[in-house]
């Protein structure tokens, strides 16, 4: 069985970086298509970006591209999201989620991933 380990999380000013870690366990992590959400409070959970194992294709929202980055050690079993020039509106609640393949979607959604993380808090103030 899969498991999904964030960590990283915390509270900072606009314009600040975070790095969140996922530790992946239980498994073949090179089989494993791994993705980030995030969930502000009220609203519904929204993808984030995702990375295959190899090659190492990512895919990022318009809002978080050419600030986020996907980091994938296929050594250490980890995938880190650095993220930079963090604004207020990035302010949520960051799931890690892995599905096994290649998922490809124009669109992807909570529905297509089986396995989560216990999610990690980022609070980003003005």
């Known amino acids: 069985q899969v498991q999904l380990i964030e960590s990283g999380g915390g509270s900072v000013q606009a314009g600040s970086s975070l790095t969140l870690s996922c530790a992946f366990s239980?498994?073949?992590?090179?089989?494993?298509?791994m993705a980030w959400f995030r969930q502000a409070p009220g609203k519904e959970r929204e993808f984030v970006a995702r990375i295959f194992w190899s090659p190492t294709s990512t895919y990022y929202i318009d809002s978080v591209k050419g600030r986020f980055t996907l980091i994938r050690d296929n050594a250490k079993n980890t995938v880190d999201l650095q993220m930079d020039n963090l604004q207020a509106e990035d302010t949520a609640v960051y799931y890690c989620?892995?599905?096994?393949?290649?998922?490809?979607?124009?669109?992807?959604?909570?529905?297509?991933?089986?396995?989560w993380g216990q999610g990690t808090q980022v609070t980003v103030s003005r």
């Open positions: 239980g498994r073949s992590f090179n089989k494993y298509t």
């Open positions: 989620t892995a599905e096994e393949g290649t998922l490809y979607s124009e669109h992807y959604n909570p529905t297509q991933f089986d396995n």
